[in-house]
T-cell receptor
Framework: GAVVSQHPSWVICKSGTSVKIECRSL??????MFWYRQFPKQSLMLMAT?????????EQGVEKDKFLINHASLTLSTLTVTSAHPEDSSFYIC????????????FGQGTRLTVV | DAKTTQPTSMDCAEGRAANLPCNHS???????VYWYRQIHSQGPQYIIH???NNETNEMASLIITEDRKSSTLILPHATLRDTAVYYC??????????FGTGTQLKVEL
């Protein structure tokens, strides 16, 4: 299957600082990328959907000013957690899809964020 | 997107077939059935998807009932490395994958 790479795999940051997570589709052009968050022992929760060149669509309850998403190219999307707090500590996962409709989405390996 | 119902957990002996059921009685005509799995602390892995017909690939088989209200994912010869949470997702042209609680499959010796 296609490869989606996330960086970093894990990060520890101080409370109040911002953290940027990158998601790259390595061997295909991703028209759509998705960002998820997963807390321990819970399922993945969709945070936002981003289409290349346009603003991200956030799910209800997700603060767009806190979780900044940029999808500047067909192979790169970034999620910036601004003014991080301990409650933002979670497993963040991105996903990319090449086309609309009947195609599978491929997932990155995830980024473990710990805010201290 | 249609809601899915899966058992919380299942056990399977190594080498035997693992049959994971999924109910999606409210599925609509243009919605596909996708299966993903997540091994602990990793991103989900795509397994297979289908619309109406049964599908098979190198990982698994997907059996969809004629009325499309349920499906079964079959891992023909389960190994210890197949231990994971398996998610059945139904979605249409909106493209969002909404994850439920999935089935924790435990493969044992």
């Amino acid at each position: 299957g296609a490869v989606v790479s996330q960086h970093p795999s894990w990060v520890i940051c101080k409370s109040g600082t911002s953290v940027k997570i990158e998601c790259r589709s390595l061997d295909f052009q991703a028209t759509t990328m998705f960002w998820y968050r997963q807390f321990p022992k819970q399922s993945l929760m969709l945070m936002a959907t981003s289409n290349e060149g346009s603003k991200a669509t956030y799910e209800q309850g997700v603060e767009k000013d806190k979780f900044l998403i940029n999808h500047a190219s067909l192979t790169l999307s970034t999620l910036t957690v601004t003014s991080a707090h301990p409650e933002d500590s979670s497993f963040y996962i991105c996903s990319a899809r090449a086309y609309r409709g009947d195609t599978e989405a491929f997932f990155g390996q995830g980024t473990r964020l710990t805010v201290v | 997107d249609a809601k899915t119902t899966q058992p919380t957990s299942m056990d399977c002996a190594e080498g035997r077939a693992a049959n994971l059921p999924c109910n999606h009685s409210t599925i609509s005509g243009n919605e596909y059935v996708y299966w993903y799995r997540q091994i602990h602390s990793q991103g989900p892995q795509y397994i297979i998807h289908g619309l109406k017909n049964n599908e098979t690939n190198e990982m698994a088989s997907l059996i969809i009932t004629e009325d499309r209200k349920s499906s079964t994912l079959i891992l023909p010869h389960a190994t210890l490395r197949d231990t994971a949470v398996y998610y059945c997702i139904v979605t249409g042209g909106g493209n969002k994958l909404t994850f439920g609680t999935g089935t924790q499959l435990k493969v044992e010796l």
